[in-house]
Every structure is written in C-alpha cells, then in structure tokens.
C-alpha cells in the first residue's frame, strides 16, 4: 500500500464522503415504507477484501509500536505489512474467503436504457491466508486471519442485457468500504490480535445473472491502492 501526502489523504477522504453520502442519500429518499422499487436480499459470496491491506498496516504498526515483553528492541520481530499487497512476492494462499450480508438497493431509470442504482450492503466476512514459508526473517509458516462487519454504501451505473429466459445486467459501480475488522497473525513465535475500524474507496465492474428471485453476481474491484480482486456472489431476493 502506497503511503499518501496530506494533501492526497484529504482528497481521498472527500471521494469517500462523496459517494457515501451520495449512495445513502439516494437510496433513503426513496425507499420509505411506501416504496414499491426497493430491494432486500440476502447475499452469499466471497468476502470483499478491501480491508485486509489497511487493517494489516495498522496492525504491524501497533505490534512495532507495543512495549518488547522480553529482549532488547532490535531482536524484537515484525510484521511485513506489505505481505499480501499487490507487489508482495512471499508465496501466500487464501485459504478462507466467505461473507453473508444483507443488501438494500433501489434503481433509477436514468432514460436510454441506462440506470442508477444506490444499494447499501451489510456484511459479515472471513479471510485467511496462509504462509507456507512465513515472512521476512521469520521461516515458520504463518496464518493470518480476518474477521470483519463491513458498511459497504455504492452508486453504479446500470445497463440491461437481453439473455432469452434471463434477465443480463452490466454494472459500473464506486463505492466506499467501511470495517470493522479483528486481525489475527499466528506462527511459531507470534500470536498477535487487533481490532482495527478501515474506510477504503473502491471502482467495480459487475455482470450479474438474474432468474426469478436469484441473482448470480460477478465482478471485478479495484481499490484505493492499486489492489484488486475479483469476486463471486449469489443474492437472494426477499419478498416484499
């Protein structure tokens, strides 16, 4: 993760103010207990991993900064965190990487066969990763965990897709990840614990599937940071 200037970290936190408010702003003018175009669904997927660089950040910052229990300060190990960046080249596999959530969205038809859609998903995630060889000076494998409840609001641009019995759907989206997220980093010597709160943008590009209640989602994410993934769910839709 690339480390930003004042100037840079203001900018970044306006884009994420701006796409928040405006999501939630969207969605809650229109979805009172009247609204007839809101949707709930229960989603089931891979976890939006969006955290787990910043999160890792601040917990090998707060390992280095945490008072040495045993031995003098330059015998005391550290945590990588660039570990599991996009330029990181220490083997990792992930090893866990499951989320279920709740997802409320409603769309606006913007005319020409476009639309604006602001959904709001809440989500309870996991991802582990495991390394084989471990990191830095430490050889013994090591397992980093994440357990996260992320607030996740968004606003994509929408366009239908003819697809016979199924209804296509393409979808270019920006969002904001908020986290909570409980970090864990085992091995032979360490068993480190945090609790660390994230706020991170992110652009999407999504193509989803959809038949009767069921939507099948794909898409592929690109975060603040350079890091990207790409991503699987299934949604569920809930009557009304």
Known sequence: MQVQSLPGRARARRLRCLVAGLAVGT????????????????????????????????????????????????????????????????????????????????????????????SLLTGIGESRYRLP???????????????????????ALTRPVGLGPLE????LGLGVQAARSHVTVRSALLDVSETVV??????????ELSRGPVTLSGEARVYEGRSAEIGAEMRLTLPR
Do not use: N, W
């Open 168 to 171: 296509g759907k393409a979808v």
């Open 133 to 155: 060889q471990g990191m830095g000076i430490l050889t013994d494998p090591v397992e980093i965990g994440f357990r996260s409840l992320s607030v996740t609001p968004e606003l």
């Open 27 to 118: 969605l809650v003018s229109g979805c009172g207990a009247a609204c007839m175009d809101c949707r709930s669904e229960i989603v089931l997927g891979q976890d939006r991993r969006g955290h787990v660089e910043p999160a890792l950040h601040v917990t090998a910052d707060r390992f280095v900064a945490a008072p040495a229990k045993s031995g003098p300060p330059a015998l005391r190990l550290m945590i990588d965190p660039e570990v599991l960046g996009p330029d990181s080249d220490t083997p990792h596999d992930l090893v866990r990487d499951r989320m279920i959530g709740v997802r409320l969205s409603r769309e606006t038809d913007l005319g020409a066969g476009f639309g604006l859609e602001a």
């Open 198 to 207: 994230t706020r991170r943008p992110y652009a999407r590009l999504g193509a």
